[in-house]
Nanobody, 121 residues
Framework: QVQLAESGGGLVQAGGSLRLSCAASGSISSMHSMGWYRQAPGKQRELVAAITSGGSTNYADSVKGRFTLSRDNAKNTVYLQMSSLKPEDTAVYYC???????????????WGQGTQVTVSS
């Protein structure tokens, strides 16, 4: 079982910055992709940013230029640096890891418990 431990959420004023961390119980190098999703009250969960094992990144249009996803393979940790935060960024942020089993041609998804990010106006 893969476990993801999130940290770094909190309350910040608009225009401020926050860095989220996600520490995996196993090697993140073995994962097909890792990233962050978020879900605001009354909204669907959406992809914020993701990075593949090959290093390709994908960001939601709403966060491009403001958020940066990075990884530290030695620490088995991924980070989400959030800058120029807006009230609409307020949500529960979830770490995600996806592992692809080549033998079974199947993808397994793992999720963190979520961390609250609140941006005040």
């Amino acid at each position: 079982q893969v476990q993801l431990a999130e940290s770094g959420g909190g309350l910040v004023q608009a225009g401020g910055s926050l860095r989220l961390s996600c520490a995996a119980s196993g090697s993140i190098s073995s994962m097909h992709s890792m990233g962050w999703y978020r879900q605001a009250p009354g909204k669907q969960r959406e992809l914020v940013a993701a990075i593949t094992s090959g290093g390709s990144t994908n960001y939601a249009d709403s966060v491009k230029g403001r958020f940066t996803l990075s990884r530290d393979n030695a620490k088995n940790t991924v980070y989400l640096q959030m800058s120029s935060l807006k009230p609409e960024d307020t949500a529960v942020y979830y770490c995600n890891a996806a592992r692809y089993d080549m033998a079974y041609r199947r993808t397994y998804d793992y999720w963190g418990q979520g961390t609250q990010v609140t941006v005040s106006s």
